[in-house]
T-cell receptor, first 112, second 114 residues
Framework: EDKVVQSPLSLVVHEGDTVTLNCSYE??????LLWYKQEKKAPTFLFML????IEKKSGRLSSILDKKELFSILNITATQTGDSAIYLC????????????FGQGTILTVHP | DGGITQSPKYLFRKEGQNVTLSCEQN?????MYWYRQDPGQGLRLIYY???????QKGDIAEGYSVSREKKESFPLTVTSAQKNPTAFYLC?????????????FGQGTRLTVV
């Protein structure tokens, strides 16, 4: 059974802090790892990672994948209150458009 | 505009009733998914479908049923056998148009058993 574990489950920081969110996985026939941000309803896509060691970056957010150790991290620098959300990690495995398994999510709260 | 539409946004059900949640996409995506989300938690996979007329159970399929008669549509029925159906339900789709990578989500249906 595919498994995705995120840590920490919740995190409270102050504006300006840097946070690191973790995602470890076990999946059959790994294809990609995805990060999403969920504020209200629909999760919104952040990054897709398929290769080890290649950092993806978007503004203050960055992410990297380690396929040997089976984990990924999502970094947010200089956090803002608008970064408060649930951050979800998902792993795609199996066939091309097969199973997409999510972790429990990390609830990030950024105080002013 | 292309996207995924879930309806209704809010749904109330009496115990013992079956209800069907709608999910329609006009992205021409091959794969569609149903997830359940409980408060403050991640997404748990109920069912997914990679092609019309075919679908597979996810991790928590008991008490749910689906059909995939058309590429655009993937309705989810919550049956009376689901013991704790109150939750937020999200539908998603993926396809070659997005490089097979990211999944697009609908706005969700919040189901409450009264």
């Amino acid at each position: 059974e595919d498994k995705v574990v995120q840590s920490p489950l919740s995190l409270v920081v102050h504006e300006g802090d840097t946070v690191t969110l973790n995602c470890s996985y076990e999946v059959t026939n790994f294809r990609s790892l995805l990060w999403y941000k969920q504020e209200k309803k629909a999760p919104t896509f952040l990054f897709m990672l398929t290769s080890s060691g290649i950092e993806k970056k978007s503004g203050r957010l960055s992410s990297i994948l380690d396929k040997k150790e089976l984990f990924s991290i999502l970094n947010i620098t200089a956090t803002q209150t608008g970064d408060s959300a649930i951050y979800l990690c998902a792993v795609a495995g199996g066939t091309s458009y097969g199973k997409l398994t999510f972790g429990q999510g990390t609830i990030l709260t950024v105080h002013p | 505009d292309g996207g995924i539409t879930q309806s209704p946004k809010y749904l109330f059900r009496k115990e013992g009733q079956n209800v069907t949640l709608s999910c329609e996409q006009n992205l021409n995506h091959d794969a569609m998914y149903w997830y359940r989300q409980d408060p403050g938690q991640g997404l748990r996979l109920i069912y997914y479908s990679q092609i019309v007329n075919d679908f597979q159970k996810g991790d928590i399929a008991e008490g749910y049923s689906v059909s995939r008669e058309k590429k655009e549509s993937f309705p989810l029925t919550v049956t009376s056998a689901q013991k704790n159906p109150t939750a937020f339900y999200l539908c998603a789709s993926r396809g070659s148009q997005t490089g097979g990578a990211s999944a697009f989500f609908g706005q969700g249906t919040r189901l409450t058993v009264v």
